[in-house]
């Protein structure tokens, strides 16, 4: 039978198991199950948000059902927390397990491989199947938080050199902005630009599963790993789907792990396809525009010089009641 | 009936299904299945057959399967429908 578990003693044994497997105890978690037999634990479960991890079978109890029965608790408690899909990362040797418990291989890279529970993927793509039409496609992948005259220049060089542009907005809620906000600012912002095309990246690019250091500035050295994951799955998944032939980025003068990812970018999607083109950044009074350097200053209370660094659109939304509350937490003015 | 609130019944064991159950507009189907190539319309004809047996008009449904036999998807969409109405 599975079970939670909680106390000191299922902790310890949970320790133990894992890394008589050659695992880690990786905290935090939101759920921990496991099964006993004959009060030994023979197998571990654990789960943190959409991800599974921590999964391991005692070696003697290897070959039969304890998995199956340790990622169905997880599964089942999960969908009633409110998940409704679930990723597991495992080595590509590990992946077959996964894939007949109807896990799907989103992407391997070196040792790590990605595999999703269920059908998302599918589904998230096949949101989008009218809005394309088949063609020399580019691609944007942005946080925009907030959306500014740097993510502006950048579009616009992007869609002037391709059939049809999509700008992926990046959906996870880590930001200042929260993701309605900032994709109405990019809708707003980009609506005169007739061959630009506004989508979500829902978790498959830049999420806090395929690439969750990117949130933590300067994140640990595991982020290279994720980089190279979430460059995979984008250029094998999901650029066929939107005929993307090339991603488009804006040079990385300022931020250490946005550096890293660009570097990556240049290394990773060439060989599977995609040519990467980094276009210089727009400069204003001498520095580069950025998203940063705008929060920085709607966070000091510099509203005055930030008209030169964002669009109108995006100008208004800030100065709305809706985007003061946003920034302007405890009356920072 | 009518599908008010999320449910979910089954296992991931061999021979065995997953059903989750969502409140939805309109009635939509998708099954997943280690044997989908051989059985696919079978299983689609099971599902729906118990969902009419049950009156069930809307709602999303997911089912991921590992070849289970029909009176395992029976009673799994069954028991995941009287879960997902009961007050």
Known sequence: MVTSLLSTDDLTQARALLEATGLQFETPYDDMVGIFEAGRLVAVGARQGRTLKMLAVAPSHQGGTLLDEVVTELVGRGYQEGVDSFFVFTSPALAPNFETLNFHLLAASGKTALLEYGDGLKRYLARFTRLVRPGNNGAIVANCNPFTLGHRYLVEQAAAAVDQLFLFVVREERSLFPFGARMRMVQDGTADLANVTVVDTSWYAISSITFPTYFLKDGDPGGAIQMELDLTLFAQRIAPHFYVKTRFVGSEPLCGTTAAYNEAMHRILPPLGIEVREIERKNADQQPISASRVRDMLLRGELEGIAELVPVSTLDFLLSSEGIKIWDKGGAR | ?87
């Open chain 2, 1 to 87: 009936m009518k599908i008010v609130k999320k449910a979910q019944a089954g296992t991931m064991q061999s021979s065995d299904l997953m059903v989750f159950l969502e409140p939805a507009e309109t009635l939509n189907v998708t099954i997943e299945s280690t044997v989908l190539k051989q059985f696919g319309p079978l299983i689609r004809a099971k599902v729906d057959e118990v969902l009419q047996k049950h009156g069930v008009e809307a709602g999303e449904v997911r089912i991921t399967d590992r070849g289970a036999l029909d009176y395992a998807i029976e009673a799994r969409l069954e028991t995941a429908i009287m879960r997902a109405t009961e007050g």
